[in-house]
């Protein structure tokens, strides 16, 4: 009998052997009890991209920390990736020094909240200096300085239903972490980068930090974040715009 499961699961799996296709779905199920399915679990790469990334949180419960480099170890090269937002409102915030600019946080929170730039510079800031790199191979090392993510999310009391942060940017990208990394004490919400105020290259007025995950992770020029019980109803329900271009949503690193 197992043999005929096992037979329709390697059809279904299509690349996969009939053994290692089993043992992904038993692996699936599995990661499922535990609520350890990623947003962007389907076809034919679905079972892989689920086992990544259960056994990374599985391997990694209790927030494992990111390598920490010493101040002589910052680049001197940092690239950037991708535009700055070309929109007329992200243009005027700049010229005005991001006065009007405001971060809004709703969804599952006790108390929907908006916070301006000189808010936020008053919460309490951390720094580090941690490694950033993106998909595409090149990578850098700076000093990233804001406020953890878990403080705001604190602030404004975020509901035990509480499964993901959403979180958007001008230029029309967005994204989405976990609860365990969007309350890891590395996340990030960045206004600084080796001492001075985030270029508007590198994400200007706030970008997060999320240094478990590929740079891509890491989205810039932010003004909305939402907290989720799912992430279904965003967008095309898979956690972020790079899933929608072939990338994985997990980009743990
Ligand atoms: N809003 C926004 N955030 C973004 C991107 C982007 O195009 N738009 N690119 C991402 C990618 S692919 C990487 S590798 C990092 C690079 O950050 P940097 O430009 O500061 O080097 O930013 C990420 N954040
Ligand atoms: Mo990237």
Redesign the pocket.
């Known amino acids: 009998m197992s043999g005929t499961v096992s037979r329709r699961k390697w059809l279904k799996n299509g690349a996969a052997t009939a053994a290692g296709a089993a043992g992904l779905t038993v692996a699936v199920k599995i990661a499922d009890r535990y609520g350890l399915i990623p947003p962007d679990c389907g076809g034919i790469w679905g079972p892989g991209v689920a086992l990544t990334y259960a056994s990374q949180r599985m391997l990694t419960s209790g927030h494992s920390m990111a390598r920490e480099f010493n101040r002589s170890e910052i680049s001197k090269v ?5 535009w700055q937002p070309k929109t007329d409102e992200y243009q005027r915030m700049k010229k005005n020094g991001f006065k009007e600019w405001r971060l809004t946080i709703d969804g599952l929170v006790a108390r929907p909240s908006s916070f301006s730039l000189e808010e936020i510079k008053r919460m309490p800031t951390r720094s580090q200096i941690t490694h ?1 790199a ?2 595409e191979g090149w990578s850098f090392i700076a000093e990233w300085t804001g406020v953890p993510l878990s403080y705001m999310l604190n602030l404004v009391g975020i509901s035990p239903k509480a499964n993901y942060v959403a979180y958007f ?1 001008f ?1 029309k ?1 967005w994204d989405s972490v976990d609860m365990p990394d969007a309350l890891h004490p590395q996340t990030l919400l960045a206004y600084g980068m080796n001492g001075e105020d985030l270029l508007p ?3 200007a007025p706030i ?1 997060l930090r999320v240094p478990r995950q ?3 992770k ?4 932010l003004w909305k974040m939402t907290v989720l019980d799912s992430l279904k109803n965003v967008g095309d329900g898979r956690g972020g715009i790079d899933p929608s271009e072939g990338y994985t949503w997990y980009m743990g690193i």
Do not use: F, I
Not at 78 to 82: A, E, F
Not at 218 to 221: L, Q
């Open positions: 940092t690239p950037v990736s991708g950033q993106c998909e940017a230029d990208a290259d590198h994400g970008r590929l740079g891509q890491s989205k810039k020029y």
